[in-house]
Structure formats: structure tokens, C-alpha cells
RNA sequence: GGCCCGUUGGUCAAGUGGUUAAGACGACGCCCUUUCACGGCGUAAUCAUGGGUUCAACUCCCGUACGGGUCACCA
């Protein structure tokens, strides 16, 4: 067979020589231990914490050592694409702050070893087709989705692996160049194969997270390129990661098995392959057992699903970080005050096993990452929040900023701050008591509180209150009330002899902290006076007299 | 089914032949307290399993079970 020949039949109009393409990707120049790494999502629409997880690891070794950090889109499969969907994605990398030194941008590209699309990238990858096809490695294949299928149903009885290799792929490796001529000129589709060698020979290949994955040699006949022209997978990833020079992959696992393909085609090229670095997938607990995430089932796969949380990029990246490496939370613990950027990051301790998406733990690290927040910081990443997710709220942040940064500084200023925020949405239900406008009594009144005590005691409380007493003053007058009213002053008293008070103070002060926020649990009642005002005071709790 | 990966408390996990088997979240209890938080202290709870190797195994080897991945002209 006539390989050059055949390679100038199949590829007509592919006139560079490898050599050229490569001078148009050279070495880049970095300092000597630089990790060039990308992430390469496939434009589906869907953006889920996976993505994110890989793009933290790749983010962080290329910033931390100096290096470059790329977006390439995977937008072979034109079947999945979805409209829109690269800019979603950029908009999520960009709203978790993940940050791109080069690569796709909504509207091109940007950097040196572009395109960025990989279906703008036909041509490069022709010529290393052709290349193949030349080397008598790649050959045609015509064969129909029916004759393969009927070829998997023969191995399925046979009990054989399925695939075309050895025997199977025989039929299309032994047409002569005439035949394959006649074949497209009679318009039959085809897919260009790589020729899988059967040598039982195993390869190894050092994964940076896993260690040494052994594996059989390739032996099978895949698809480097679809009868569209586009590559599959496999052959844009080794072409793409090898011109853009990447050192490091980093990918899910789910991409192990096929890493046989991979191998053998760095090699046949004689480019060196690049440091794997293959992820654990995340998973959830269910039924009591762990299982994949699924997109279907569970909302909190999906990025967005944290974005309509109002769940901050900080506390996701921070999360993400406990996950990825172990002793994350033991630095954080040392350095409250440093920025998650800062800690020092290595693919070594990442765990293997597969992690689990944990809730709980999560809306703890939002927790404190907000109590760490300044209160203007709060108020302005909310209000931004609301903006898209709430507008009664928006409204209502933007007609009171001095008001919301008061409450917001509520109990944060003492040794031991609240913490009483979790997430934006959460945050529009516990601040709803210091607007008017959102105010609803949500608790019953104690018991021991009937009408008449109520009546009493806020009468009482209005003809003695003096909006700029103090804490301590305010509280004098609250507890002479209570006295007169017969209730305990301490609530040890109460608990002790109960049958000598009509309640204790805890109950008077629970009556009080309904008439003003609505609800038995909020913060320090005196504070939250000062937040609203004089005149809110008076008016909720007039309501009761 | 073939191939591959994995398995330390409810969860995330430290750990690389000799440890009282860290720490964090969660749960529970106590303390602080005008509520709720916050904070402090404490309790319960783990090496999947069976064989080896070894004076000694969570750590090394083999098998089993369980979980996961993959076997496309999808990535």
C-alpha cells in the first residue's frame, strides 16, 4: 500500500508539514518548574462542581508556580452543544473566580496557541492526521453504526471484548487504495482509525495523584477522526495538549481507561507526555452508600445551584480546598487572616478515594468566611446577590445601606462575633425583622405572658424608655418592670422556686424580643433597638399596648 | 463480563511497620447566658473482610466482598 498516496486522497487540502505547525506552538518560555494547565469543558450548557474542581487544582499549581493557565473548549461533539454555552461557562469560572491567563473568551480568543476551540483547530489536526496516515498508522473506515453493531453483538455471544481490533478491524485495514477511492467517490462516509498493535505488553505511567497506573497496550483500532473531520477526543487531546504545551492534565478518572489510547499516540509522535494528574469524582451519600453525583437527582451538582444559593465563591473555594488537600483546614486554622490563595498547594496530598459532597460542612465554612467579612463587604456581595435573585430585597438594601450595615455589624464587634449568616438567600430571611416591610411575627407570645402582662409591660416600657440609655441603664429599667410585674429578675430565682413567680425575665425579655423582631430567637434586643431606631421601636412594640 | 481505580468514625480526613489511631464538620452533654447564636469543655463513634510476610501491620503481599470508572464517529 501506497501510504502517501493514500494520505494525499484522504487529506487534499492539507498541505503543511508538521514542522510548520509546530514552529507556530514553540516552546514557551517559563521559569523552570512553570505548570502549564487548562481545563477543556465541553460546551453542554451544564457547569458542574466537578468543573470547578479540576479548575481549582489547575488554577492553583499554574499561579503558584508561576505558570499559565488556560481555557480550551472541547467542542467536538456538535451534537451536545449547546447555545450559549461557553459564555455560561465563562461567566461561572469568572463569577468562582477562576481567572484564565490565556484562551477562550466570549467573543475569541486570547493568547499565542490559539484557536481555543477545538473545532477551529480542523486543519492543525489534519496535518498530524495525514502525518499518520502517511507513517501507514491511520488508516479509513467505512464501516456503517449497523455492521459495528452487528460486530458487538458477535463478540457479546463470543464473549469477547467489543471494539474494533485485531480481526474485526481486518475488513477495513485490507481495502486497497482503489477501493477506498471508489468508496468516496461514491460518497460512503468514513472515520479515520489509529492501527491498534496487539503485543499483550503493558504500559506504566506515572499519575502525580495516583502514582504508577499499570495498564494493557492500546490494541485497539479508536477514532482519531469522525466523518465530520472533527477529532475525537482522544486525538485532540494529545495534539492540543502536546502544541499548547501543557505539563500537567488534570481530568476526572473517568478518563484512566483510555489513557492506553493516549500513550500510544504521544509516542508514535515522539512528543513527551504530559504529568497526568487524574481526579477522584465526587460523590454523595445515599441510602446510606456513597454515589456518583448525578445531574439528574442532585441539584447541588450544578454550579449554578450555589449561585441561586447565594453561596459566596470564597466559601466554595474553601470548601473545594478541604477537600482537595487535607491539611487545608489545619493551615486555615493557623492563618484566619490570610487569603485561601495564599496556602500552599500541592497535587501530592490530594485524596484518591472519591469525595462526598457534604452540605453541612460547607454552610459551616460559609458561615465563617462571612464573620469574617466587613460588614460593607457583606452588605455590597449581597445586595449584588439580590440584584439578580431577589429584588424585594435589592430594593430594600438599596433604600436602607445604612440600616443593613448597622444590623450587619450587629454582635460581630464583640470577642466572640455571630455568626449568623450563611448564604444569601438565608441572610433575606434572618435580617427580613429590620424592615418594616418584611417584619412578620413568626413565635408565639410565652404562655406565661397573657394579654393583660403584655399590655402592662409595654406601656410600662414605652413611658420609661430612653432611646440613648445604655445597654446596662436599659436593662435596670426592663428588670424593674419585670419585678413589679411579679416575675423573677434572675432566672435562677425562677428556676428555683417557679410556684413564687408569675415567669421569669427570660420570658418578659422573649415577649419583648417578639413585639420587636417577631421572633423568639434574634440578637440582643438593646442592640437591635439602636439598629432601627427610635421611632420603629416605639411603633412595633405600640402595636401591643 | 474484560480492564482499571478505590475502601480509616455519620462526613472530610491525618497516618507510610511499633501512635493513647490527629484535627475539622455533624450528633449528644455540660458551662457561659435576658432568647438565639458565638465561645469554652467534654462524650460517643473508625482502620471492609479472610489469609499470609514480620518479633510487630491501618501501614507490605495475595484472595474475597463492597463501591466507582470504562469498554461510542460523548466528552
Not at 490559539?114 to 473506515?141: D, N, S, W
Not at 442532585?298 to 444559593?309: M, R, V
Amino acid at each position: 500500500m501506497d501510504y502517501i498516496a493514500l494520505a494525499n486522497l484522504l487529506f487534499p487540502d492539507s498541505t503543511k508539514t508538521p514542522e510548520e505547525i509546530e514552529k507556530m506552538f514553540p516552546e514557551r518560555q517559563l521559569p523552570k518548574d512553570a505548570c502549564v494547565t487548562r481545563i477543556g469543558p465541553s460546551p453542554t450548557g451544564f457547569v458542574h462542581l466537578g468543573n470547578l474542581y479540576n479548575a481549582i487544582i489547575g488554577e492553583r499549581i499554574s499561579h503558584q508556580s508561576n505558570g499559565v493557565f488556560y481555557l480550551r473548549i472541547e467542542d467536538t461533539d456538535n451534537k451536545r452543544e449547546v447555545e450559549g454555552a461557553v459564555e455560561t461557562l465563562i461567566n461561572a469560572m469568572n463569577y468562582f473566580g477562576v481567572h484564565f491567563d490565556e484562551g477562550a473568551v466570549a467573543d475569541g480568543d486570547n493568547g499565542n496557541y490559539g484557536p481555543y476551540r477545538q473545532r477551529q483547530r480542523k486543519e492543525i489536526y489534519h496535518v498530524f492526521a495525514k502525518q499518520l496516515t502517511e507513517m501507514g498508522l491511520a488508516y479509513p473506515c467505512f464501516l456503517t453504526a449497523e455492521e459495528i453493531d452487528a460486530i458487538r453483538e458477535e463478540q457479546t455471544a463470543n464473549k469477547e471484548n467489543p471494539g474494533i481490533y485485531g480481526k474485526y478491524a481486518e475488513k477495513s485495514r485490507s481495502l486497497t487504495i482503489e477501493q477506498i477511492r471508489e468508496n468516496i467517490e461514491n460518497g460512503m462516509e468514513w472515520v479515520l482509525r489509529f492501527k491498534g498493535k496487539e503485543t499483550g505488553e503493558h504500559i506504566c505511567v506515572d499519575d502525580a495523584i495516583r502514582g504508577k497506573l499499570e495498564m494493557p497496550r492500546n490494541n485497539m483500532d479508536f477514532v482519531l477522526l469522525k466523518s465530520d473531520g472533527i477529532p475525537t477526543y482522544h486525538f485532540a487531546h494529545v495534539v492540543d495538549d502536546h502544541l499548547m504545551r501543557s505539563t500537567h492534565v488534570v481530568r476526572g478518572e473517568e478518563w484512566i481507561s483510555s489513557l492506553p489510547m493516549h500513550y500510544e499516540l504521544f509516542n508514535t509522535f515522539g512528543w513527551k507526555l504530559p504529568i497526568y494528574c487524574h481526579t477522584a469524582t465526587l460523590m454523595k451519600i445515599d441510602n446510606g452508600g456513597k454515589r456518583k453525583l448525578s445531574k439528574r437527582k442532585d441539584p447541588e451538582l450544578a454550579l449554578s445551584y450555589y449561585q441561586q444559593e447565594g453561596i459566596s465563591p470564597d466559601a466554595i473555594w474553601e470548601f473545594l480546598l478541604t477537600l482537595l488537600n487535607s491539611n487545608y483546614e489545619e493551615w486555615r486554622i493557623s492563618n484566619p487572616d490570610t487569603s485561601y490563595l495564599d496556602f500552599p498547594y500541592t497535587i501530592e496530598k490530594m485524596n484518591i478515594a472519591g469525595a462526598l459532597v457534604d452540605l453541612d460542612k460547607l454552610r459551616d465554612i460559609s458561615k465563617n468566611v462571612i464573620g469574617a467579612m466587613p460588614a460593607e463587604k457583606i452588605y455590597e456581595s449581597w445586595k449584588e446577590w439580590c440584584r439578580e435573585y431577589n429584588t424585594e430585597y435589592y430594593d430594600l438594601l438599596t433604600k436602607y445601606p445604612e440600616r443593613t450595615i448597622a444590623a450587619l455589624n450587629v454582635g460581630r464587634n464583640a470577642k466572640k462575633p455571630r455568626k449568623d449568616l450563611e448564604t444569601w438567600k438565608q441572610s433575606c430571611e434572618f435580617m427580613s425583622f429590620y424592615y418594616d416591610e418584611t417584619l412578620k411575627i413568626c413565635d408565639e407570645m410565652p404562655q406565661e405572658c397573657d394579654e393583660q402582662t403584655q399590655k402592662t409591660f409595654f406601656t410600662k416600657y414605652l413611658e420609661t424608655y430612653d432611646h440613648n440609655d445604655d445597654s446596662n441603664t436599659w436593662f435596670e429599667k426592663v428588670r424593674a418592670i419585670t419585678d413589679e410585674l411579679g416575675f423573677a429578675v434572675r432566672p435562677k430565682d425562677y428556676k428555683n422556686n417557679p410556684e413564687q413567680y408569675k415567669g421569669s425575665i427570660v420570658h418578659i425579655t422573649n415577649m419583648l424580643r417578639i413585639a420587636l423582631t417577631g421572633r423568639a430567637n434574634a440578637p440582643d434586643i438593646w442592640e437591635v433597638s439602636h439598629v432601627l431606631g427610635e421611632e420603629i421601636v416605639r411603633g412595633r412594640i405600640s402595636k401591643f399596648c
